[in-house]
């Protein structure tokens, strides 16, 4: 088996290797150019405001069921700009590569990055590697960088947000935080619980239908609990959300009842937070259903600005503040 | 004094306060937006073909004479869409960063990033941060990508490039990866060299008002010899350098000498490798040395089609073939 050597960094004839055999072999016409030091991005056809995001992935282990590190990068930055209301067109992609890691390893990585790139139907415009010291960067880190553009009448945020919304959630949540803490093996548990890791861009396609939609946001690191967080502390706005509305899959709850975890705060990798004009709530509950991706979407709550808090009633009947929060359940995540 | 956590990257309270305490507060009016998923690039006034361009930077050590992982992580990404002819526009940026990092540590290398930022005229479009584990990281990783535009018109690269042009390099060679090398502190050597580190804008404006200006690169990675079996490759056109019009300082000279470095593979951060038509190759000398970053500058040779390789002519009147590089001299230098 081969494995990656410092000299696969050092911008000599292994790099160069490194570049062609793997990347540009496994990623094909998904690469726009990956001699030049900068790429003209090809734009016809594409109009309206462009959009710009990015975010860094260090998930431990490296490949769990549902995914791996690769199209996590690719949906992690997808989801950014389609729940921005945008449609994606080009990524950028930074690796860096512990020393040590298999060619194996990295090919199953990059497969996995070129089928969910081609999924969403973005090219990868511009990239980068990097190789680090054994023992430093956990195998592999991925650095994401994402354009899309969306029509400039799409208004999304929290301003848009007013008393009495609904907020839906697209699916069950928790899954990708379970998922990778049960293929860490750690605490003699086991499961094949799936991540939800997958582009968003179908729900948000359907949902940008609805004029009356106000937000939406990918739940990641912090989970839904965070995104309500944020919205409450964006907005002045109280929250009250019920916790038997939420969807969370059975092996969630077990998992996060023997350790102690709670699924508010857990992340999801597929999922969608949206608020949206309470008259138009079911309808927009049905059009996710239709949808594979959003067949459990539920409304969970409302905007509620007599509420001082984000206020979670249990399904015992009784209520309680869902706090911010402070230290981390599960991390390494994404 | 204050130090990273885990806690400051999962989603909650101490991220938060880590973004506005350090990342907000140091780059203020430089960030456009660091609450959205994605954020709308302000396009106005800016025109031409969009460039796009990323790198990944894991120096070590972090601060070295001339600099800091902050300022190289601009200064790289900013060179980058330079070289292709482009004005820098906007920035995302990315920050692994290993647990027990110090924040004020943490503070110098995001002003200088600042620093850097604002002298380029860029600004920060986009960012998100990653903690990891201590151990794994070095300190921390920066992964950057810009975006830039440049007229329609202009037409660089290896396909321009015509038998008999000239080669210039826009300063003395090897003072980046020197710098970095002493500030390791390694086999008991000290200097005071300044890496060359800075954003290359100047050079390359001068550069685009010439019609003759065939192809401009930034030797870092893998120095002047890998830029050179760039050209070598992409054109099958054989090279030819003098040896004794390479700018090197003495200082570069000295530690190569005693420790078997070639000037010619170290890594350089502000400088210009330049084909030009030999027409119009003095009077382009003549402008990068009217520049304080370009006092330096030499013509060192031609682009040679007898030639099959990239030869070099030898102080003592002999000549070699300079080979591509296989290992690397100096890891780990931006």
Redesign the interface.
Known sequence: MKYIS??H???????RELIEDVFARILGDLLLDI???????P?QGISG??????????VDPLEFPGGNIGSLAVHGTV???A??G?TPH?I?????IEEGLSFEQLERIITALGVAARHAGIRI?????????R????GI?L?T????SRPSDVQL?TRQIRDGDCILVSGPVGDHGIAVMLARQQFGLHGDLQSDAATVLPLTRALLTFDGLRFM??P???GLA?VLH?IFR?TGFGIRVQARQIPVRDPVKIVCEMLGYDPMYLACEGRVVVVIDAAQANDALTSLQALELGEQAAIIGRISARDRHVVLETELGGERVLE?????PL??IC
Do not use: C, H, Q, W
């Open positions: 410092l000299a960094g050092n911008g000599g004839v292994l790099m001699e030049s030091d900068a790429t003209t991005l734009m405001e462009l959009m710009f995001t990015t975010d860094g992935f260090t989801n950014d700009l729940v921005s945008a080009f950028s992609l930074n690796a860096f415009a511009a990239g980068d590697t990097k190789v680090v010291r023992g430093e960067g956990s880190y650095a960088t994402g354009i899309g945020g946001r990918d990641t690191r912090g965070t944020e964006s911010e929060l402070e230290d981390d991390p390494r």
